[in-house]
């Protein structure tokens, strides 16, 4: 049986993490850092553009040099990293740092792994 090493790098994704479906998944992931996450990313936050009247909304993703961005990220995800360690015999080994994901092991465990991915990764973001 062949075996191989996926590596994955989420295109943008600090970005494009859904707040809302994280701060729900923090609730329950990581009670205590829920509700400063809450208190920080409840309502979309007022960036002014210099010399201009204009006044941009972020409404997703984490604030570029937050230094709990990197936890948020981590515990919205859980959900779907506990999904994507459900499997049978053929299920691979799975390593995530930040919005990099490697999975080793029989190609089609691999394959599954990353369908799982396609599938439901957009919705967390």
């Known amino acids: 049986e062949m075996e191989a090493v996926l590596l994955v790098d989420a295109e943008n994704a600090f970005n494009s993490l859904n707040r809302e479906a994280a701060i729900n998944n ?3 992931t ?4 829920f509700k400063y996450i809450l208190n920080t990313y409840r309502k979309p936050a007022e960036l002014h553009v210099c010399n201009s ?3 941009i909304y972020s409404e997703e993703g984490t604030t570029q040099g937050d230094t709990s961005a990197m936890a948020m990220y981590a515990c919205g995800l859980m959900p779907l ?3 994507l360690k459900e499997g049978g015999a053929t299920h691979p080994k799975q390593v995530y740092y930040a919005d990099d994901a490697a999975a080793a092991g029989k190609l089609e465990g691999i394959a599954e792994w990353w369908e799982t991915i396609k ?3 957009p919705k967390y973001g």
């Open 30 to 33: 990581c009670p205590v850092f």
């Open 26 to 28: 923090l609730q329950y």
């Open 81 to 83: 990293v506990d999904m």
């Open 119 to 121: 599938q439901h990764g």
């Open 53 to 55: 009247e204009d006044t």
